[in-house]
């Protein structure tokens, strides 16, 4: 890390790294709770807009945890790919829906840890909401995420050693050398404080919550408190910060991968020279965007759903047949085994069989593979509209 990449108020931030005589590392100053910009008015506020008619519209799904569980799967995806995974939408279903990994890219099994961590903080946020939002809730997303995969450090615990980002395996070359070690736990204990945000009474403006996420995930990957690890967990905690305020969860991890280096200059603004007005305008233009994905997602998925529903009540079916129960299922799991629609349904294997051949005559379900045991069946409408890209 160059000291003159680093603006005058930066440099004076820096520390001597233990480990590598020479080589500096940067301690965050106290997370801003103000910073009075200007010329980003306007973006942050159609950026909190687009919020409001999102929870207007999930206000008025009669279920849609069925349509966020096939969105959440599409973040996993593309959050993980930004760090270079190969798995994608159907490879993670795949993976869900049979219990194994052959066939399927290794790096499965981290996509679906992501699932799993933010499943976890989804539901943390609905039992306790903001005040879930801690250092411990942080580490026990990364302990998901690193769960039965190869990982240099200690799993849901901070950092023991230097990091740094660039450079290879030089930190002499890296762009970014973040907080020593010793220094973590404190820089992630003031970081808390925003998540958990409160008005001060001396506080003239309050911070909009688009405003505060976009601080939150810049401060979080300045002090990149674990190992590796960190651009997951900081993506994590976005929809956990607007879940905990009763928005739906929104993902930017599409625009995030479509405009990667955009994304990383923006940081490194603010990381070397405090550079905040370019960050929160990409970032509240992040949200719009993902905001309108969401929406497109929504009302593409609910009119799959209808389709369907309208399809099977022409065959004039018995109201308790089997068949029936299958549409939801498929919005919210579009790859299905006749195991795990059993299970998920309460019915017979041999209805499950059954209704899935029914399905797929229909041709709303295929069969990627035609075998004779353990088949799998693909709404492939469903991953059609997961496999759209972010900005259209």
């Known amino acids: 890390m160059k000291t003159s990449d680093l603006s005058p108020a930066r440099q004076k931030l820096l520390v001597p790294c233990g480990d590598y005589p020479g080589a500096l590392a940067l301690v965050p100053p106290p997370t801003p709770r103000v910073l009075g910009l200007k010329g980003v008015g306007d973006e942050l506020r159609r ?18 945890d069925l349509i966020m569980r096939t969105a959440d799967r599409r973040e996993a995806v593309r959050s993980s790919q930004i760090e270079g995974t190969n798995a994608g939408v159907n490879d993670l279903l795949t993976y869900e829906a049979t219990g194994s990994g052959e066939g399927l890219p290794p790096d499965v099994r981290v996509t679906r840890n992501y699932v799993v961590a933010l499943e976890y903080g989804l539901q943390k946020m609905r039992e306790s909401g903001t005040a879930a939002l801690d250092s411990t809730l942080v580490k026990e997303l990364h302990a998901h995420l690193t769960d039965g995969v190869e990982y240099s450090g200690t799993p849901g615990e901070f950092r023991k050693k230097q990091n740094w980002i660039g450079g290879g395996g030089n930190i ?12 973590v736990p404190a820089c992630m204990d003031d970081l ?34 674990f190992v590796d690890g960190n651009g997951r967990v900081g993506r994590i905690l976005l929809p956990l910060m607007l879940a905990a305020e009763g928005y739906p969860p929104v993902y930017l991890a599409g625009y995030i991968k479509d405009n990667q280096r955009e994304y990383y200059d923006g940081l490194a603004g603010v990381q070397l020279r405090d550079e905040w007005s370019e960050w929160v305008e990409f970032f509240a233009y992040g949200v719009e965007v993902a905001v309108q994905e969401s929406m497109r997602t929504v009302l593409a998925l609910e009119g799959i759903l209808n389709r369907w ?71 492939k409408e469903v991953i059609e509209v997961l496999n759209c890209p972010a900005m259209v």
Not at 211 to 216: E, G, N, P, S
Not at 348 to 373: N, Y
């Open 47 to 64: 950026a909190s807009n687009a919020l409001e008619l999102l929870k207007d519209l999930s206000s008025r799904l009669p279920n849609p």
């Open 172 to 183: 002499y070359r890296a762009r970014f050398v973040p907080p020593p070690p010793d220094r």
């Open 309 to 379: 529903k309208g399809q099977l009540a022409q065959l004039g079916l018995r109201s308790h047949s089997a068949v029936l129960k299958f549409p939801e299922l498929m919005i919210g799991t579009p790859v299905l085994t006749a195991h795990h629609a059993r299970n998920a349904l309460g019915i017979s294997f041999p209805a499950a069989s059954a209704a899935l051949a029914q399905l797929e005559k229909m041709g709303i379900l295929v069969q990627p593979v035609k075998q004779e045991r353990n088949r799998i069946f693909v709404a």
């Open 192 to 225: 808390e404080l925003l998540l958990k945000y409160v008005p001060g009474e001396e506080e003239q403006m309050v911070l909009s919550l688009v405003m505060r996420m976009a601080i939150v995930h810049a401060q979080f990957e300045t002090i990149h408190p």
